[in-house]
Every structure is written in C-alpha cells, then in structure tokens.
C-alpha cells in the first residue's frame, strides 16, 4: 500500500508542487498532478458496464448452468453441486481430454507453421526493392481477403473431397491418400494445412510490419563486418524482433486455442470425433446434444484452461523482458 | 561478370523459395477462381485450364433463389453497428488507461483487458443462446449486434491505448493551462490527434466482426444469418454446387479488400501496437 502512494506519482507529486510554488498565481492543477488521475476511471465506466453486462454476467451464468444438469433431451433440470466438474476432473470423459490435448497439438503445429512461414515471408519482403515488396505484400496477404468459412467450405469441397480433391491431384498423390477428411489419421492435418494456408497471412503481416520498423542501418552495419545470412538473422534480426514475434505469436495462440469455424465447418469434429477442438466439442455437447449443464461445465474449464495460458504469457513477458506489457 | 554469376547463384535459394510460396498462396486461389468460371457438375483435371467458361455461378449468387444480397446486408449492418458502439465505448477507455498507465491498478485493468480476449467464445454463445430465447433477441440484428460486441471491445481497447500513448502529454497540459477542462481536452485536443490511430483500429475490429461464424450461426435465423454463416449453407442444402460457392467466396472478398484498403496504411503501426 505505502509502496503504491510512493513509487512513480511521487516524483510527479514534487515536480508539480514546485512549478505551483514556482509561480506567483493560483493555477488550476495541471493533468498530472496528483488528483487529477481519479477522474479517469470515469472514462472506463462505459467499458466497465458493456463488459459486465455482455461478457462477465453470461460467463456468470455459464457458471450457474455448470452446477446443474441441464439436458433437454432427457428433459431434465436440476441443481447437482460440483457434480459435471467430478465427472471431468476424474477423468470421466475421455473424449473431452483427448479433445484439450488435441487442441494445444494444433496450436503448437498451426504457431509453428505460421511463424516458419511469415518469417521466411517477411525476410523476402525486407530483401527486396521498395516497389517489389510492395506488391509482393499483396501477393502474399490474398488468402486472408477470403472469409475463413468460406475458405473452409471451398477447401473442403474442392480442395480435399472427391470427386475434385485438387490439392492431392496437382501433387500427383490423388491415387496414393485416401480422401483426407474422411480419415481419422488425416483429418486433422488436412484441416491445419487449409487453416495455415487461410489465416497465415496474418502473421506475415504483423511480422513484415516489425521488420520494418528496425533500425535498417544496424543490419546493414553487420553486413559490412562480414557475417553471413544466418548469423544475422540469427544474432541481429531475430533477437531485434523478439518483441514483435512474441506478441503476435501469443495472440495467434489465444486465437486458435479458441478456434472454432475450421473445423466446425469442415468436419464437424468427425470422423470419429478425430478432429475435435475443445471449441468444437463444448459446442456439440450443447448445441447438438442440447446437454447445457454439462456442456456449461466443459466452458468453464476451457475458460480456466485459456485464462491461465493468457496471464501466464504476460507474467512471462514482464519477468523476461523486465518491461511491463 | 564473375561477380554477377556468383550473385545469381547465391540469390538461387531465394527465387527457388520466392516461387514455393507462390505456389502455394496461388494454387488454391487459382482453383477458386477457376471452380467459380466452371458450368457446374465438370471436375477440373488439375492444373489443364477449364474446358468450358461460364458466367452463371455469378448469376445464380446475385439473382438466383439462394442469393447473396440478404446476407450481405445483414453482414454490413451488424458488422457497422457493434464496430461503431464497441469503438465509441473503447476509445474512452482506451484513453483513460493511458493515463493510469503509470498506476498498478490502471495496468492491472489493462492486463484484465488482454485476459479478456482469451475468453472462448463458445462459453459466452451457450448462456447467450439462453439468455436471448427467453428474451426474445434469438434472430434479430440488434440481439446479434449485442453479441458480437464482446468480438470487438477488448482487442480495441488493448490496440487504441498505444496511439493514446503516444500522445505527448504536454499537448494535453498546454490545453489544460489554456482553461480547457477534462473532456474538452479530450474531445478537442486528443481525439483529433488519435483520429488515425481510431481508424486503423476500427478497421481491424469491424474486420473480426464480420469474419465471425460461431456467434451468428448460433444466434441468427434464415433471415439474420450474415455473409460468412450464408457461404456454409452451399455445403449442406445445396451440396453440389461448388460453382456459386466459389462465386460467393470470390463476392464476399469485396468488403474485406475495403477494409484493408482503408487500414493498409496504418499497419505498420498497428504491427507494433501490442508492444509497450
């Protein structure tokens, strides 16, 4: 508590009583004086009530739904306690924890991908003349100008299925793979190839826009001393870019540990249930099999699940790089 | 001449990648294009151009009984509608937290901000879709527009508070010695400075509004659905026609390319936003 009133408004507090004492008149207190910074919350105050209202309140009642069992199709209502977190907490379901499991493989492989991708994207870009690299950002960023649902839906029904399954047919390996998304082995990766290709983009993006926001004379400098290719990119550019590839990579986590229309769309988390995300597979126990109570339970774990990842890549953040996010 | 055969080699990687990844950016795009010119029921034979050119999938996405245009003013009306009341609400806040910046509560609530974004959707849809039937909100535009607002608020704020913070706080006092008081300052001082910084943002918020399925696929109807939920249902009711899906993909890029064309500008700002 002392620590608060004493740290950084301090200093603050003295400047602003020396320039008031300083001077011969009254002034009004400046906006950095110490009083002055109450009124701010005001501003949150809107905020504050959309986020109450439209985010906390229905978590709160994900919350009440997830101590009941609230199934429609056995037409049921009634208040059970812990009773859903027991079942999955023990392990009583098999499937949700093959689906959490899944979900953190696809995140890894999908942020791998990604960044191997749009780096080696970005680095092209900072190669070339102006004018090039330009167009070549077009170029590049087109599959993300498609609506992720309908890129699903045209990977799934030209890319993958037969009769027109072109992604295998141009590679020539049409009569070596069984239709991918038919295949519980397969199923999955032909999703990630189709959420890579779609939404990968992004993050070519977000990384070309760092790399050119660096200093150009320090790598050309290094050039000059002779270090080849890689030592560059490995000693001066990418630790340059640490900010910037931690911050995009961990929003890229974020979303596609919540991603949800890919494979909804795409299969439906079938066959088997070999494609099912923890989105996915919430959404099914509620929606289809309209088990609410059960189905609230499983949101509120995910909630905890991605809650935590998210304070944890802060808290990581701020002890790394001694900065404050 | 050594010289400029030893580049040429040592630049070989490069142009051997360049065209890897065109490749890969550019066949799936190329068979959309070319599904979307096909008269319906022909399978392409892999690369060998199509054997016949057709403009009816266009014709049957812009007049034909399963058309674009319901959905596609649905998309324009709720993706405008909860992008205007999230930034009107986000910028304020915005704002004031870069102010409190220096202040372990102000951070906190900022880092709440972030928290916020990791909030899954599905466990915000599933009391929703409760919620909105007792209330009578399940397929209406306004109940959707309520919804998608959560989509959008937390990344702006998060986004808006680094071009706040970039302000330099004198301008803010100069205004304030003048007699300006707490929001004229804010109103006639900052907003203009951040206009730039607003927009950008709101380009990319109205963005993850209007690519959004999980949200609208649960809470609208046949008359609310928008554009991303509309291009799925050439899968399931009319499972053959690869032709008009492929138009409608190719349609339903138009407001994304005005959306980028209005923020590309600003990207290289936005790039840096999440880092302080």
Redesign the interface.
Known sequence: MTE?TST??FG?RTDTIAIVTQGKFP??P???SRN??G??????L??AA??LL??VA??G??AY?SLRHYDLTRGINEFVGFENFAEILSGGDPEFVASLLRTLLYVVVVIAFDFV?GM??AL?LF?MRPATAKVFRI?????????????????????WSP??E??L??LGLDHLVSPPLGDPQLALWAIIITVI?AWSPWVF??????L??LDRSVIEASTVDGASYFQRLRHIILPLMK??IF??LS?KA?DS??S??FV??MTQGGPGGSTHL??TY??EQ??KFLN?GY??AL??V??VI??A???GA?LYWNRTQG??? | MAATTRSAVRSLPKYLLLIVILFWVFMPLYFLFAVSITPDGTTLDGLQPPPAVTGDNYEFVLTGQYVIWPALINSIIVTVGATVIAMVIAVPAAYALSHLRHKRSGRGTYLGFFVLRSVPPVALVLPLYIIFSGLGLLNTLHGLVFALIPLALPYSIWTLRVFFDAIPREVEEAASVDGAGTFRTFFSVVLPIATPGIAATSALAALQVYVDYIVVATLAGPATLTYPVYVTGFQQDYLALVGPLAAASLIGTLPMIAIFAFSQRYMRRLATAGIH
């Open positions: 608060r950084i408004p603050r002034r009004r400046s906006l950095g002055s910074t009124k701010y919350w005001f501003f949150l809107p905020a959309v986020v439209l985010i229905p978590l009642y994900t739904l991708l080696t994207q092209l190669s170029l590049f960023m087109l599959p993300i100008l498609i609506i992720p649902t309908a890129s699903a839906v045209f990977w799934r029904t030209i890319m009769p027109n072109q992604f047919r141009t290709w993006l977000l990384l070309s826009g760092g050119d926001a900010p910037v911050v995009t929003f974020v540990f919540l949800f229309p909804w769309v923890m989105s919430i959404y509620a929606f609410y189905g609230s949101a509120i995910m909630l991605s809650s990842l998210s304070v802060v900065k404050e996010l």
